[in-house]
Nanobody
Framework: QVQLVESGGGLVQAGGSLRLSCAGSGMPFSINAIGWYRQAPGKQRELVAAISTGGNTNYADSVKGRFTISRDNAKNAVYLQMNSLKAEDTAVYYC???????????????WGQGTQVTVSS
């Protein structure tokens, strides 16, 4: 079965850093990308960053220059390095298995359980 497990969330002061990890297993052959999403209470879930097996990446405008997404193929893991964190980054962060066509990321309903990131101001 498909399994996605996030880790690395926590409480950090504004200006600090966190590194989130997403470990995947049982992925269908058709899955070629992973996306990081976040959702704050009362707000819609939004794409933060995505990366494909071919190295294509996408970032939300609000995190460009602060967040970096990367892969470790040997460990079948995807990471999200978050620097210069702001209070508005506070949310539950989820990883998603999906597809990338070279320009856009397309999510599926394969989701991790989520990890809480809280940034104090």
């Amino acid at each position: 079965q498909v399994q996605l497990v996030e880790s690395g969330g926590g409480l950090v002061q504004a200006g600090g850093s966190l590194r989130l990890s997403c470990a995947g297993s049982g992925m269908p052959f058709s899955i070629n990308a992973i996306g990081w999403y976040r959702q704050a209470p009362g707000k819609q879930r939004e794409l933060v960053a995505a990366i494909s097996t071919g190295g294509n990446t996408n970032y939300a405008d609000s995190v460009k220059g602060r967040f970096t997404i990367s892969r470790d193929n040997a460990k079948n893991a995807v990471y999200l390095q978050m620097n210069s964190l702001k209070a508005e980054d506070t949310a539950v962060y989820y990883c998603n298995a999906g597809w990338h066509d070279g320009e856009y990321y397309y999510p599926t309903n394969y989701w991790g359980q989520g990890t809480q990131v809280t940034v104090s101001s």
